[in-house]
């Protein structure tokens, strides 16, 4: 019989980047970038958020949850952009890495929380957008290794270090 501790580090398969996205200044509009330069000092280069909170480095999003915000808004689809997140993630259930390591491409972060929706989401998806979003808003994470994040690239999570 399995450990319940173990199996909170066991995934069914690796995720992959499917949309990365900064905002160059606080209420810019998000431009789509395929890669974008990631610092442990600084976060997304080029990023308003870039060199602030450490622990908010990045933000990231399931795509799986996008369908989900879409029909709680009665849209028919949301753009990842009006969101306001950095990358869009799919095949990983990010609320299940909270507190793990994962590498995306070269880059090493650490899920640090939650990354609850703003009250701007009710601007961005209509009445109700905020609650919508609850739930769904995705994870923040700190840079641990610096380098490169592109679109496509496998996201892994990295083993826990056994405490002796």
Request: aromatic letters at 4%; charged letters at 20%.
């Amino acid at each position: 019989m399995q450990n319940i501790k173990d199996l909170f580090h066991k995934f069914p398969r690796p995720g992959r980047v499917e949309w990365i996205g900064i905002r160059p200044a606080r209420k810019a509009s998000v431009q789509v970038v395929d890669s974008v330069e990631v610092s442990d000092k600084k976060g997304l280069i080029g990023d308003h958020y870039s060199g602030q909170s450490g622990n908010r480095h990045v933000t990231l999003i399931q795509a799986e949850h996008l369908p989900a915000i879409a029909s709680l808004t009665n849209h028919e689809r949301i753009d990842p952009g009006l969101l306001r997140r950095n990358i869009v993630v799919s095949g990983l259930n990010l609320l299940a890495l909270k507190d793990l390591h994962v590498q995306v491409g070269y880059v090493v972060l650490l899920i640090t929380g939650q990354c609850h929706p703003c009250s701007q989401m009710e601007t961005a998806l209509g009445t109700g957008g905020y609650n919508a979003m609850r739930g769904h808003g995705g994870m923040t994470a700190k840079v641990i290794r610096s380098g490169t994040i592109r679109v496509g690239d496998t996201i892994t999570v990295q083993p826990v270090e056994k405490q002796t």
